[in-house]
């Protein structure tokens, strides 16, 4: 190792860090209970409200600061539970082979021509969408992109040399899975939770922005979709305070994973870059 | 290879229809809970009535009937009612797909066109500035959440320099005097959701082109081009974009899903009267009826727009004719 780490992989994780502490020290940051009703209704920016209030007095700063949480959660979440699924899954698949390999992989097809977010709109209708309900319901959607990629790793190094050899010396199944496979399979699997982080950030603040999110839980989507609400909101500037700020946040927050999704590719395959190059 | 490609869209398309039915009956309490939410002004307490209800909608037959029925009622065109407007589902999905699809097929084309020629350009002068410009854009706004993007693009066009109109398919109550005034008018009208669906699209295509562009230039084909003493044009437009295509074509599937799924959120934005907008009102007013229907329809485009994108792919590449 000791590469050198690229500008784009040191922009996505300054990013993220920011972002994590605003999430972790959300308390100490935020000036105002983001709940409380701190001020008159539509505050313009003042020193009492660095970025003014809502349309019924809550601070919006705050409710930004406490927003990082909601985003963050989610795609913790999502992303664990994404590429637990996938690589389970995926990863039986290519090992064990055989006709149940065929069959995930055919329900991995189907699974992956879905319309999801429809079906994402439909589920959520029925069943509410919780911060929980959003995390499962993206984990289980969104887990066959993980499971195709494990696959084909697993596949391609169960037939190589020195796996093959482990099992002749009678090194058991889940020998050969923890000592030989697991320790190849975590660059591919840390890309896979950070990609599936960023849909996850995309999604939840796209769901909340269809008013489909937790309402107890104000997210950055929520928070667009309130301003919005407000009629003749783009007319006036109060969009500069109220809109921008929560949009620029999840545009930032999905850039940032990619950047270090592409970043850590890089990283960890430098060949395949370069060949392209 | 086309064969079990069609026979995959067939059994996803009956996954879909499936789903569509079981997944209210699972939830919790029966479809007719859903239909009647306890906390909705209309719910049923009278159990007399609600049995007449269920009666009424078959919900009193046995399961396979009741699917039954519900696949005959999708042949037949029948997708229920809406709850909220009293309306077949069917007639107000109708009213609505001819938006969704003029502003997906404008967007799905002009975000195209414009990814094959910028990302054609972008891999001719890999490493120089433009290309670092345009792919680190790209990047960028195609990592934007699409209704960020067309709330930019509103405030610019519409509020600030008053240019388009903010919301809307077409003016309200207008009376067209001639065709092209109606023209005219919808095109105005879908010059921002349009344009907002293309920035938003234009990333990922882009990036595709580049860089399947730059692999094809590494070519031995290329070489022998060049030494043959080919215009520059002939070079690039006539042998390298034409192979980079492939790749393009083949993502062409996965790219009209995302632009439909861009479109249900640029629909609420600008009040454009599509599927998408459909389903945001009814989601409102838990509306389960459209919001089924919508989901059904949405998936069926989406799906044939997987199998119309292989199939063009199998007619331009003879290897995945033949494999």
Redesign the interface.
């Known amino acids: 190792m000791g590469r050198r780490i690229g500008a784009d992989l040191l922009f996505g994780l300054t990013v993220l860090t920011l972002i994590g502490a605003t999430a972790l020290l959300a308390p100490v940051l935020a000036p105002y209970d983001p709940r409380a009703f701190s001020g008159q209704p539509l505050e313009r920016p003042s020193r009492a409200h660095l970025l003014g209030t809502n349309d019924v007095g809550q601070d919006i700063l705050s409710e930004l600061v406490y927003g990082a949480r909601v985003s963050l959660i989610v795609a913790l979440g999502a992303a664990t539970g994404t590429v637990v699924l996938g690589a389970l899954i995926g990863g039986f698949a290519g090992y064990i082979g055989g006709w149940l390999d065929g069959l995930l992989m055919r329900l991995v097809d189907g699974m992956m021509s879905l319309p999801r977010l429809p079906l994402f709109i439909l589920i959520a209708a029925f069943i509410g969408a919780g911060v929980p309900q959003t995390v499962a319901v993206i984990s289980l959607l969104f887990w066959p992109t993980t499971a195709r990629i494990v696959r084909a790793q697993v596949q391609s190094l169960r037939q190589r040399g020195y796996i093959r050899m482990a099992r002749q010396f009678g090194g058991g199944h889940l020998y050969v899975l923890t000592r030989h496979i697991l320790p190849q399979m975590a660059p591919l699997l840390i890309s896979g939770v950070v990609n599936a982080a960023g849909w996850a950030v995309a999604m939840e603040a796209g769901l909340a922005f269809l008013g489909l999110g937790d309402p107890t839980a104000k997210s950055w989507g929520l928070m667009m979709r309130f301003a919005l609400n407000l009629p003749g909101l783009l007319l006036t500037d109060r969009w500069l305070w109220w809109l921008l700020p929560p949009g620029l946040c999840v545009t930032l927050l999905v850039l940032a994973l990619t950047f270090v999704g592409i970043g850590l590719e890089r990283h960890f395959h430098p060949r395949l870059v370069r060949r392209g190059r | 290879m086309r064969a079990r490609r069609r026979v995959?869209?067939l059994?996803?398309l009956w996954?879909?229809v499936t789903?569509?039915f079981f997944?209210?009956r699972l939830?919790p309490g029966d479809p007719l809970a859903?239909l009647l939410d306890p906390q909705s002004s209309d719910y049923v307490f009278d159990p007399e009535v609600r049995a007449a209800l269920a009666a009424y909608y078959g919900l009193d037959r046995p399961l396979l009937e009741q699917y039954g029925r519900y696949l005959w009622g999708i042949i037949t065109g029948d997708l229920g009612r809406s709850i909220r407007l009293n309306l077949p589902v069917a007639q107000l999905i109708a009213g609505r797909l001819p938006w969704t699809l003029l502003l997906t097929g404008t967007a799905l084309l002009l975000s195209s066109a414009v990814a094959l020629a910028m990302g054609a350009e972008s891999a001719w002068r890999?490493?120089s500035w433009t290309d670092r410009l345009l792919a680190t854009g790209s990047?960028?706004v195609s990592?934007?959440?699409?209704?960020?993007v067309g709330?930019a693009l509103?405030?610019l066009f519409?509020?600030k320099l008053r240019w388009l109109p903010?919301a809307g398919g077409r003016t309200p109550f207008a009376r067209y005097d001639s065709l092209l005034a109606a023209v005219l008018d919808i095109g105005r009208h879908l010059i921002l959701p349009a344009l907002t669906l293309t920035l938003s699209t234009l990333g990922a295509k882009f990036l595709l082109v580049r860089?399947s562009m730059?692999?094809v230039l590494g070519e031995d084909f290329m070489l022998v081009a060049r030494a043959k003493g080919l215009p520059e044009g002939r070079l690039k437009w006539g042998h390298a974009l034409r192979n980079a295509l492939l790749p393009f074509v083949a993502h062409l599937?996965a790219h009209a899903?995302m632009t439909?799924?861009g479109a249900?959120?640029i629909e609420?934005?600008f009040n454009y009267p599509g599927m998408g907008r459909l389903?945001?009102e009814s989601?409102?007013a838990?509306d389960?009826p459209v919001?089924?229907g919508?989901?059904l329809v949405?998936?069926a485009v989406?799906?044939t727009a997987?199998l119309l994108a292989d199939l063009l792919n199998a007619r331009l590449d003879p290897r995945v004719r033949e494999a």
Not at chain 2, 143 to 148: D, G, K, R, S
């Open positions: 995959l869209y059994v996803t996954v879909v789903v569509n997944l209210p939830m859903a890999r490493g990047l960028i990592n934007a959440p699409v209704y960020f709330t509103i405030i519409g509020a903010l860089n730059v692999s599937a899903g439909v799924t249900l959120f609420t934005l389903i945001f989601v409102g838990r389960y919001i089924q919508v989901f949405v998936s989406v799906l997987n």
